[in-house]
């Protein structure tokens, strides 16, 4: 009899459990799902291009901001890339600047020969201005000590 009394209290017990484990599980996402961000395409360019124009950056701050853009699913604006290169030049980071734009090619994807070259004719002034050369200028495009491939010899 003390066997079913506790098996009883034991279900009862339990079946309260789950009822309260079934309404704080149903609160939770909820208030965690509020936190949603609606930036537009165009404060995320202005937040990003004051960021890169902000005089005090430093190399670290440039990497740091040029990481979070490689991460993100999406090819810069023109104007950032612009204003990220000029943060190089303020940082004397000429290698820097290369790697971007090396970066910003391979965020290019399959499209590479349609936006590439746009991105390249937009920011041209602001390379000339800078003296910064493309890798394909400097010839970075094809590796130096390359083994040719061994279906094409």
């Known amino acids: 009899m003390l066997r079913t009394l506790v098996c009883r209290i034991h279900s009862v017990v339990r079946s309260v459990a789950i009822q309260n484990i ?10 965690l799902m509020s936190q949603h961000s609606t930036e537009t395409d165009e404060e995320f360019d202005r937040r990003y291009e004051a960021y890169f124009n902000r005089q005090d950056i430093d190399g670290w701050e440039i990497r740091k901001a040029m990481n979070d853009l490689a991460g ?9 890339i612009s204003a990220a290169l000029r943060a190089c030049r303020r940082v004397s980071d000429f290698a820097l600047a290369v790697r971007f734009l090396e970066a910003v090619q391979s965020k290019c994807g399959g499209r590479v020969k349609e936006i590439y070259p746009y991105i390249l004719q937009e920011i041209r002034p602001t390379l000339d201005e800078l003296g ?22």
């Open 22 to 31: 079934g309404r704080t599980t149903s609160v939770v996402p909820t208030r």
């Open 72 to 80: 993100m699913d999406l090819v810069p604006e023109p104007k950032i």
């Open 132 to 153: 910064v050369s493309t890798p394909e200028e400097m010839g970075y495009h094809k590796p130096e000590l390359a083994l040719k491939n061994v279906y094409e010899i």
